[in-house]
């Protein structure tokens, strides 16, 4: 199966590996990997199976353990373990990669509005917003705006809406549709959800490499509790709370996130 994926910044420059979350694709990256680029990083934004233009997973392969799979598989690319910058389902896949199955396979952990707890109210939101139109897909570029703008009311609507083209699929019938495979998305499973958040929760506690965790502070999956919770999993790890962003943090304040995250891996390559 192949992983398609950008780079930026000089090969010899240390790795970073960008993650996006579900239902994504490697453009949600964008501003942030060209920035860690340019300020002396070799960062690699990648398509998770099933997104965008890396290929589909056979046999509907999209368990957790698959995607954290393909994070060891990536690591394993660079001479030496890369830092990792993970957003929601890529956050998880790489806390399960480093702390669950294959410690020591990467330097440095940013998780990006995800804990092993999740609120379940803010991730049906989601998920109803992504299965919303799945198969039916959407008219025009102005119709995938407006369900944007009413799924993320905070956010100023775009006027140019070329943007959406990366996260999204031109059929032959005309109709466009997300980028992404239908089947990696189901609706909410309670009992999933808690299983998961156990495995999840131990594999915080197994961390032992520099950890950053970065909130969006108007986040409906994120809870202070929640974020309050994974510092104690993890005491050594660092925190930053962003004040207007929701839990997409890197698309509604990719300034303050891109410095945060800079700054965070500047310290631990200092040392």
Known sequence: MTLVGEAYGKPANPPVLLSHGGGQTRHAWGGT??????????????????????????????QFQAFAEDVVDLARTFDRPPAFVGASLGGLSGLLAQGDFSPGCLSVLVLVDVTPRMEPDGATRILEFMLDKVEEGFASLDEVADAVAAYQPHRQRPRNLEGLRKNLRHDPDGRWRWHWDPAIFTGPDPLAMRRRAERFASAAGALDIPTLLVRGRMSDLVSEEAAAEFLELVPHADYVDVSNAGHMVAGDRNDVFTEAVVEFLERQYAT
Request: net charge neutral.
């Open 33 to 62: 990997a060209a920035a860690l680029g340019e300020r002396g990083w070799r960062a690699i934004a990648y398509d998770h199976r099933g997104h965008g233009e890396s290929d589909r997973a056979p046999a509907r392969e999209y």
